[in-house]
């Protein structure tokens, strides 16, 4: 079935230095990629969506320039989480209309997650 | 705007009884209805969905029936295992091609021996 990996799966870092988080489609093409953020007992939100050869779009209130997504190719977006500060700790998840076909019908595949702390 | 409003867990429920979790919504016109499930260490899969009124979503022994006269999309199965374990997530879609899933908080299931 359709599957997203995301990796890494958890990091650790300073105050002040930047986090790659990537996604990949392994077996579809994904020209939309959702980035979720979860806090703690609390629901997925959705930050942003990335789409293969253009700008993403943001939802209300995520700053582009602390949160920066690349979809650079069909199968691999990333997000960098940039001067992270503690506030930034979260869980991070992608996810691709599943199969690359319309999620409607297919679902989302959803990607494993990223737990980020930030020291 | 759009919401939607799970149970709070956890839910704690010995092996073999029946399960519900509830789900409300509120959203404008026809939205498609979905149940996520994360299982420990993994990312959400899609359980089941339903994407009009009167439909029956189902698959590994649970359902859930888009109720339109009560916004709800409630998740039931008849007898639960251990390995039902896991986090339920209750979402909206207002478009199935924007992608912009409007999730609940997530309800914890935990299933005992």
């Known amino acids: 079935g359709a599957v997203v990996s995301q990796h890494p799966s958890w990091v650790i870092c300073k105050s002040g230095t930047s986090v790659k988080i990537e996604c990949r489609s392994l077996d579809f093409q994904a020209t939309t990629m959702f980035w979720y953020r979860q806090f703690p007992k609390q629901s997925l939100m959705l930050m942003a969506t990335s789409n293969e050869g253009s700008k993403a779009t943001y939802e209300q209130g995520v700053e582009k320039d602390k949160f920066l997504i690349n979809h650079a190719s069909l199968t691999l977006s990333t997000l960098t989480v940039t001067s992270a500060h503690p506030e930034d700790s979260s869980f991070y998840i992608c996810?691709?209309?599943?199969?690359?076909?319309?999620?409607?019908?297919?679902?989302?595949?959803f990607g494993s997650g990223t737990r980020l702390t930030v020291v | 705007g759009n919401s939607v409003t799970q149970m709070e867990g956890p839910v704690t429920l010995s092996e073999e009884a029946f399960l519900t979790i509830n789900c409300t919504y509120t959203?404008?016109?026809?939205?498609?209805l979905f149940w996520y499930v994360q299982y420990p260490g993994e990312g959400l899969q899609l359980l089941l969905k339903?994407?009009?009124?009167?439909d029956k979503g189902s698959n590994k022994g649970f359902e859930a029936t888009y109720r339109k006269e009560t916004t709800s999309f409630h998740l039931e199965k008849g007898s639960v295992q251990v390995s039902d374990s896991a986090v339920y997530f209750c979402?909206?879609?207002?478009?199935?091609?924007?992608?912009?899933?409007?999730f609940g908080q997530g309800t914890t299931l935990q299933v005992k021996p």
């Open positions: 979402a909206l879609s207002r478009s199935s091609n924007t992608g912009k899933l409007i």
């Open positions: 959203a404008t016109g026809y939205p498609s």
């Open positions: 996810s691709a209309p599943g199969r690359g076909r319309s999620p409607d019908v297919y679902g989302y595949t």
């Open positions: 339903a994407t009009k009124a009167d």
